[in-house]
């Protein structure tokens, strides 16, 4: 089970990088042991913007939800879906 506080950071890392903030969908799909998944929804025109060139954006989100999940000792995992 995610920390409410994982699922509201990418929620606003998300809404502050797309052009329709109100297609953004963070939840909870579970996970195993000590790893929770998240999964992040945008409407199918800001998937690129969520992504960046390369993959560098999304590495970068990852970056933060790694560093702000060993605050409470769990890992996640963020999976990002085209609505």
Do not use: C, W, Y
């Amino acid at each position: 089970m995610a920390q409410p506080a994982l699922l509201e950071l990418i929620e606003h890392i998300a809404r502050s990088l797309v052009d329709s903030p109100n297609a953004v969908e963070v939840r909870d799909v579970g996970g195993q042991g000590d790893a929770t998944m998240i999964e992040l929804r945008v409407a199918k025109e800001d998937l690129g913007k969520v992504i960046g060139k390369g993959g560098a954006t999304a590495r970068a989100i990852r970056a933060v939800l790694f560093a702000a999940a060993m605050k409470t000792r769990r890992r996640a995992v963020l999976n990002i879906v085209e609505d």
